[in-house]
Each structure stands twice: as structure tokens, then as C-alpha cells.
DNA sequence: TGCTTGACATAAT
DNA sequence: CATTATGCCAAGC
């Protein structure tokens, strides 16, 4: 069992709507770990793929995915977020103007 | 225990 | 909007 930061990072993962994407940012703003965002990504990236957490709709404050080269999972995450009517643009990233998930407090 | 790295964010240029 | 520099906390060695 992972520490109670995780879970409370995969827990605002979850909360992150289809069609919607989320910084890192706002994910730990909604964790309680406001300023911490590289926690966010630290916590997405000990994350089992088998896990029930839309990481996929997770991404940097660029609209960019920034996962690394030399994995797939930067791939696996466009097609996914592609499934979800995620627009992107030529360089891969997403207009944030648009898919960015505006969080709610009184929601859940 | 201490240094370096990292799925980032923000401010300045 | 892109690039560069700095700050934050936790994991890895």
C-alpha cells in the first residue's frame, strides 16, 4: 500500500472527467499538495498500467505530454486521450483553452 | 545519511 | 509561444 500522498493523488486523478485532461498542477491542488506538482508525476509514474487511475488524462502545465522517450507510454496516453475526443495539435500537444478540466470543490 | 535525479510549475527573457 | 533558470518534495543509489 502506497503512502497516503499517493492515494490522495489517485484519488484527484479519478476524480478528472472523459473528454477532460489535467495538469499536474490542479491534480495536487486537488490532493492538498498545492505547489507539489512533481509529487503528481512522482506518484503517475509508481503507477501500475493495470491500475483503474486515468493517468492518461494527466499532463504538463504545456498541454504536452512529457513522458520520455524510449517508452511507449507517451504513445499509449495520446491514444487514449485521443479515444476521449482529445484534440491535438501538431506538435502533440492539447489546447489547454479547451480540454483543460476545470476542478470542483463541491463535486464528490 | 547525503547527493543526484525526476511523468512539473512559475517567473524572466 | 519557446527557452532558460530556480524551487519544491520524494525516490534511488
Do not use: C
Amino acid at each position: 500500500m502506497p503512502s497516503e500522498t499517493y492515494e490522495r493523488i489517485y484519488a484527484a486523478v479519478r476524480r478528472i472527467p472523459r473528454g477532460r485532461v489535467a495538469t499536474y498542477g490542479q491534480i495536487a491542488e486537488l490532493a492538498g499538495l498545492e505547489g507539489h506538482a512533481r509529487q503528481v508525476g512522482y506518484a503517475l509514474h509508481a503507477l501500475p498500467e493495470r491500475s483503474d487511475v486515468p493517468w492518461h488524462r494527466v499532463i504538463n502545465a504545456r498541454g504536452e505530454i512529457s513522458l520520455r522517450r524510449g517508452g511507449d507510454a507517451h504513445e499509449l496516453q495520446r491514444l487514449l486521450l485521443q479515444r476521449e475526443k482529445v484534440k491535438f495539435d501538431r506538435r502533440g500537444r492539447v489546447d489547454l483553452g479547451r480540454f483543460r478540466w476545470r476542478a470542483r470543490r463541491d463535486e464528490g
